[in-house]
């Protein structure tokens, strides 16, 4: 197991969220390293872990960003555990690694992680435009001039998919500059129809655009589609675009219109599409889902929980402890956790002294005969005795 952690190459960022969660959520300790109190799930809901865990052995180490780069098996006890002071501190640690991730960063960045994903994610540019699709590319580039993808793709703005511009019309991929126009300082999303019209931008007429990347976009425009008063994309015929530099090029009048994508930056990068039920982004269910399958005998205990319950929290009267602890005695020799429940009960309400002996008995003697129970009974008869419920130990077996 370690060693296939250790050569899985480097982790997704969703990798990186969950190690932040498993540190905190679920194994998390706070306070300071000498006085620190358990407040992760994993650890609360383990009596062996959340006793070893406080052990000299373990690790104790502030919590900051750096635990992102701590990995961790959840086969074998944790080496190390992370102390925050305070709950803020999370909030600011997980603030912090937000600011790291594609969804915030966007750029050549947030194009990259999309590449070396191979599975459809959104690409946002400055002007609200949204790309879904599988992104491809040169991941080594130092500067974002181009986005492509393979496939289908889709067009969308606020999440929503941009009518006819669905999977089904860019089915074979899609492909626009990014950047402002060369020699100009607005960029195009920018720009007013008025101003559009004044660069030679306008419906009709043929133009070239020269951007600063060097890429030439030459065509003939036939619409110019906004969104709250911002150009988002404009649509040619008879398109060339070329790379000035290297000569290549990267899309041909016969291969039909060329939809252009407005915007000076890709503002960020996320996993999945913009409108996920047009672009039919659905986790497939089986037919049958899992349930789970209980014996008569195994629902009846259910229901003695239930009625321990119910006595605990008011609803129902006090005597039905008698009945539930002589089904336990009757049919559920092998269960302790409701007759510790019970024994918590009748110790703490002082009542039925004869019940709690019995109880103890009882539990004593199922150290005996099932020496694997033997420290879940200790361990929840010492918490017990810790609260002052019960006046001695009980331990028969270590």
Known sequence: MAYIQANM????????????????????LIGDLDNYKIYGAGLLSSIGESVSCMKPDVRKIPYTLDAVNYAYDITQPQPQLFVTPD??????????????LSYRRGGVWGLRKAIESGMPCTAVYSSGLQVSGVFVGNRKEEQLT???????????????????????????????????????????????????????????????????????????VEAIVLNNNKVILIRFTTCEVKDTHT???????SWGCYDMAVGERIVSVFAGAADKDAFEQVTLLPREMPVSCYNANRLALHQLYLQVRNVREGKSMENE???VWENIKASHTG?????????????DRDIYPQLKEGIEQYLQQLQIKRPELSKLINDGLNTLQQINILPGSHNVRS
């Open 247 to 253: 000569g290549q090029v990267l899309f041909e009048p």
């Open 146 to 220: 181009y986005i492509q993808t393979k496939g289908a793709t889709a067009l969308a703005v606020g999440n929503k998919e941009l009518e006819g511009h669905g999977k089904g019309y860019h089915k074979a991929g899609f492909g626009s500059p990014v950047g402002k126009l060369k020699d100009m300082d607005t960029p195009i999303e920018e720009c007013s129809l008025d101003d559009l019209k004044h660069l030679g931008i306008e419906e009709g007429k043929t133009v070239t655009l020269h951007f600063g990347s060097g890429l030439d976009v030459k065509g003939r």
């Open 87 to 100: 709950f803020e501190n999370l909030v600011r640690v997980l603030d912090e690694f937000a600011n790291s």
């Open 335 to 347: 269960d302790w956790l409701c007759a510790l429940e019970i024994l918590e009960i009748v110790i």
């Open 321 to 323: 402890l008698v009945e």
């Open 9 to 28: 190459g480097a982790p997704s960022e969703m990798a990186l969220l969950a190690r932040l969660h498993w540190w905190t959520v679920e194994y998390g």
